[in-house]
């Protein structure tokens, strides 16, 4: 049944056909990433099946279940949902601080369920640069904004600590603040220099967890642009993740994440230029005029119908319904319809 259902939907969806195709015939945790079915190498960040259960003495929690995520490099994007949907969770293992319990997890071509230790700590350091809602705690009060910056960097090696330091903190709009202790800055500002802190090493991937849990909506939008800057100029990589679903209009495409699993996806109708050019009418747009709504139909060929559509079509959860192909079209019928 479930192979009829994967077959009908791959002759509305082509394009997922050769994907599915592949995982029967392909190994699904082969050596060679290049093997990895739907794996290209414009891929930053791929996981396929990805789980992560936290076991404690006697609960488990199933925190990732068979999660499924594509980010292209150069992508600005968020990911939302509530609390406890595993957004954390997923930051973690992407940014190394954790591993996976199982699945695909591939970062910049590297395959994150099968790195050593020592190999986990270089990723760390390389790739990904991390920003919190209360970054406050990582930095040091009574130093300058501009050592606190500069002190990973020499920790990393780097002789150009110092010019890098400036440069940074220059870009996060904090020239005039860099000499001023920590416990000078506002709340805002010290979130910033969280920023430049975390792009010390030259990060290819920024993530953003909560980035501005923490601040009012003036600093915010402060941060988003920063964090655009930052994409459009230097090519990196930002994943913010957020339970606040007006990150939509900073970012070009949001996924949303609900129990362990990704579901429907924003995707912005405008490019970023063109919404700038009329940013000054920008100021109250409803989230549907500027992102259309996707629902992604997953690896396995499942696709989730937005509750919405299904209390609109009065179809309760838990029941079955009739699918039929007309004129091109996928029409779902309910028990009742069907009889007519
Ligand atoms: N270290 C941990 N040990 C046990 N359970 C955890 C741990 N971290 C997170 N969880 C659980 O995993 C689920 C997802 O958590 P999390 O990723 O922090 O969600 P979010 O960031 O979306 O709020 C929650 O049910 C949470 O209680
Ligand atoms: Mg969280």
Known sequence: MI??????????F???????????????????????PGYTPDHIIFCDGLVKIYKSKDTEVVALQGLELEIKKGEMMAIIGNSGSGKSTLMNLIGGLDVPSAGTLIVDGENLLRMKKSELLRYKKEKVGFVWQNNARNLIPYLPAIHNVEIPMILAGRKDAKKRAAELLDLMGLKDRMKNRLSQLSGGEQQRVAIAIAMANDPKILLADEPTGAVDTATAALIYNIFRKLNTEYGVTIIIVT??????????????IEDGRTGSEYIKKKSYKEQIMELDRMTGVEESETHEEMIVVDRQGRLKIPEEYLELAKIPNNSKVRIKMEEEKIVIYTEEKDEE
């Open 14 to 36: 082509k394009k997922h056909k050769t994907d599915s195709d592949e995982m029967e015939t392909k190994n699904f945790y082969g050596q060679d990433e290049s093997e990895i």
């Open 243 to 256: 339970h606040d679903r007006a990150i939509s209009k900073n970012v070009d495409r949001v996924v949303t």
């Open 3 to 12: 192979k009829k259902i994967k077959s009908f939907f791959n002759t509305v």
